[in-house]
């Protein structure tokens, strides 16, 4: 029997994984040569240029929403492993305290100050900065330290009583100096060549200047100096920089056979606001006959408006009145990132970063390859 | 004095060794290994804190990440990455599987302690597997290519695109 080539239906068909009331199917992929007698499905790189898209929802500095189309799950989860764990930030990594009387302790401190996400001027922090790598020998940990390794900061704080508060004043803010030690309290120290990268508008400082770190009483005093040192996610989550990337894959509603008059009110309940718009039956439909609208004219009737905003609760499937009305699906080749950024990176950047990261990898482990078998 | 006790300790690791060699590839300590520390030992320690900086680029480069595990024949072989995760593992596999002369593909974290990934790859008879890894990691330069300009593209389209 000759091979017939799968029609557009079946096509769709096969990137939907099927939600049912307990269970998932068809959840991995067969688009691979071998799967489908017949079919070439192999690497085709004009193939994927055709079928790849990408779409953007929102894109504001620290929170960009996008989808990548056409693109399979173990791709795009790299692409999401890559902007968590390996795109490099700058951090506090050491702290050296001179001074502490807080009443926070040191360690608590440190940890406090770890997490702190830093911005700096773009062409310092990727092409001046380089890794600082402990050295083997313990005792050489000071000949380690340079201007293209490590960015030196202080934070020098003493709360005293405000002589010009009023007596009567009890709000700590105003009737102390220093109360609150903030991350703007933080000073950068530009050693070496630092001052010609991490100048005016590229200085090294905190995202967000309102950071509470510490608070004191008057009489209590920090006094300490830190290192901060480049570092990626895999190593210790401050140096991520994103607080969530993540991707969703895009939700499908069918629904099979029409929902009408009450039902459909029911129904639109069943998902989270906007998804089912309710409409009425129009004149055309109603006449047509088998379609399940004959003498519902003028009714209110579900429509699908925007499944992006499900949730994919599965509520629907819970009543009877929608049996075999209606299918749950999930699109396989359709991922929805929300890519939300700590600061010291731009949302879409982070995105091309990781893509670049990925080339870059499999350029090197080329080389890599190569070199193994000569 | 802490130059005799690193010499000192040395031979006894040596003998725990030999009993080792029945335990699994990834287990058994690297010759390599050895002779670096014996390296160390005789070198001026400020000699050797100077040559470390000036070759601390090249050497990241230099060091073969990528191994023929044993037991390979040119059609069917396992290779073991070496601080590579299922970041690369995962993309790599999928894409060798779209190689029509590839008849399987697979990979592995032997171990989470391990920062190990082995690719395991069989092909037909016309090509190898190191070929067929080869192309793979060619395929994925291009998809990150197409990737990348596409993402670019539906940036400036949406508008407020703020440039990286």
Known sequence: MPHKPPTKEELERRKIVGIHEETVRDVTSTDFPGHYPGEEHSWDIDAFRRGFRVEFHQNAPFEASFSLIGVDASIANAFRRIMIADIPTLAIETVFINNNTSVIQDEVLSHRLGLIPFKAGHEGLHKFLKWWRKPTDESQINNSYFDFNTVSLRLEVKCEHNEAASPNETDPKKLYHHAHVYASDIEFCPVGRQDKYFSGADSIAPVNPDILIAKLRPGQEISLSMHMHKGVGSDHAKFSPVATASYRLMPVIRIDRPILGADAEMFARCFPPGVIAIDKVSHKEAAQKGSGYEGHEGEAKAVVADPMRDTVSRECLRHAEFKDKVTLGRRRDHFIYLVESAGQWQSDAIFLEAVAHLKKRAQDLEKQVVNMVR | ?164
Not at chain 2, 7 to 32: G, L, W
Not at chain 2, 75 to 94: I, V
């Open chain 2, 1 to 164: 004095m802490p130059r005799a006790k690193t010499r000192k300790e040395e031979p006894a690791e040596a003998e725990s060794d030999i009993a080792m060699e029945e335990a699994p590839t990834s287990h058994q300590p690297e010759a390599e290994e050895d002779n670096m520390s014996v390296d160390q030992d005789d070198n001026d320690e400020a000699g050797a804190a100077n040559e470390e900086e000036a070759e601390e680029e090249e050497e990241e480069e230099e060091v073969q990440r990528v191994r023929l595990l044993p037991g390979s024949t040119p059609t069917a072989a396992s290779f073991e990455f070496l601080n590579e995760t299922h970041t690369l593992g995962n993309a790599l596999r999928y894409i060798i599987m779209k190689n029509p002369d590839v008849e399987f593909c697979a990979y592995a974290i032997p171990h989470p302690s391990e920062p190990k990934m082995n690719v395991r790859i069989q092909t037909f008879e016309g090509t190898t597997a190191i070929q067929a890894l080869e192309k793979g990691l060619r395929d994925l330069q291009d998809l990150c290519d197409i990737v990348s300009d596409k993402f670019i593209d539906a940036r400036a389209k949406f508008g407020e695109g703020v440039s990286a």
